[in-house]
């Protein structure tokens, strides 16, 4: 059965509505007040064009690269999807950012009942990149397992320029703080045993950000909590 690419953008466009309306995250306690909430605009299951609105912060169109190769080897069938992403934010006074980013899917899976089914075998599922931020520093990012349909491991994962790291601790709770079981809700942002922002991936998606940080800190969280939201977008796709 062959799907379109506009009858994916309609399933995507239809859970996104289902979880708009069903949940919300739970944010952490330090996070309920003395921060800036924006609201993300222009999620499309990354369409072509796509771009993204949060507060005072819009990207430029998403360039996207989307690869998919197959193999067997001894009976064991391989799938691998490799999606690159390039595009800059650009932030209030003049701020600006560009994202760099390389996610790469594989899957192994065994045939089983005279080749009629298969049965899964193994799953990676990493994202990494480089963020440049308008002054000229470089922080580079790794994001494991960044599906947000994650049942066997806990997406996680941390960005750093060498000398400061701002780790990455997935939230599987809504805001009734009931466990919502194989699934990411979002991400929480952790400067040592500080946490200093979130980003929301269900319904059209929020970016938390803690109002005491630095504009350079604050244009740093509002970027990479894109580049998961668009991340995010595809792995609804590819799933």
């Known amino acids: 059965m062959t799907i379109r690419t506009g009858q994916l953008f309609f399933v995507f466009s239809l859970s996104m509505l289902l979880a708009s309306c069903s949940t919300t995250m739970m944010l952490n306690d330090n996070l309920e007040t003395g921060v800036e909430v924006l609201e993300v605009k222009g999620r499309s299951g990354g369409m072509p064009g796509q771009k993204l609105v ?71 599922n990493a994202c990494f ?50 466990q919502v079981e194989g699934r990411v809700l979002g991400f929480e942002f952790w400067n040592g045993k500080e946490v200093v922002g979130a980003v929301e991936l269900i319904g059209g998606g929020r970016i938390i950000i803690k109002k005491s940080l630095p504009q350079g800190m604050k244009s740093l969280i509002a970027t990479i909590a894109a580049t998961m939201l668009l991340r995010y977008d595809m792995n609804m796709m590819e799933n």
């Open 129 to 178: 990149g480089k963020i440049v931020l308008g002054e000229g520093s470089d922080w580079s990012f790794t994001i494991a397992n960044p599906s947000p349909i994650a049942p066997d491991v806990v997406s996680e994962g941390v960005i750093s320029n060498g000398q400061t790291a701002i780790s990455f601790k997935a939230v599987q709770q809504n805001d009734k703080g009931k």
């Open 54 to 124: 949060f507060g005072d912060y819009v990207s430029s169109k998403v360039e996207r690269k989307i690869a998919m190769a197959e193999a067997e080897t001894y009976a064991v069938s391989s799938r691998t999807t490799r999606d690159t992403m390039q595009f800059n934010v650009f932030g209030p006074a003049g701020n600006s950012s560009r994202v760099f980013c390389l996610s790469k899917k594989s899957e192994m899976s065994l045939p089983i009942a005279g080749d009629k089914y298969q049965m899964a075998v193994g799953a990676q």
